[in-house]
């Protein structure tokens, strides 16, 4: 008996749904993708390094205790949170200057986030981004 198998899509077979500039549509396409065939692989190398603006619904505000090549986020806050309108979430890492305020940051409160996605956290299935301004 031979089984089907699934090959690996040629490149730009796929529509990468990361040339939006809406985050949830980028992220909810990851989600979405078929692990094999390495959609989820491309549409996450696609994601990396791109900027968005959104609004962020906060869930919990930490100290993030990443390994950051950039100093300033070494003793920086992560925000975890979800991405206004969806339950997709997202986690983002603040510089150490914006301590004072984003520690003030209650669950449920919203706001203004621009940010460049710096990693995917497979495990948890949500971009990690970098706050910029």
Known sequence: IELPTE???????IELAVDS???PD???????AKIFGGEKDLLIRDLMGKSFEFTLEVKRVDRSF?????????NGQMVTGT????????????????NDEVKGWAPGSMH??????????RLRKRPQLLARG
């Open 7 to 13: 090959e690996a899509p040629e490149p730009g077979e």
């Open 21 to 23: 500039t809406d985050l």
């Open 26 to 32: 980028a992220v909810r396409a990851i989600v979405d």
């Open 66 to 74: 990443g390994v950051f090549s950039d100093s300033q986020y070494r």
């Open 83 to 98: 991405l206004l309108g969806s339950e997709l979430e997202v986690a983002v890492f603040f510089p150490d200057e914006r």
């Open 112 to 121: 203004a986030v621009r940010g460049e996605v710096s990693d995917w956290d």
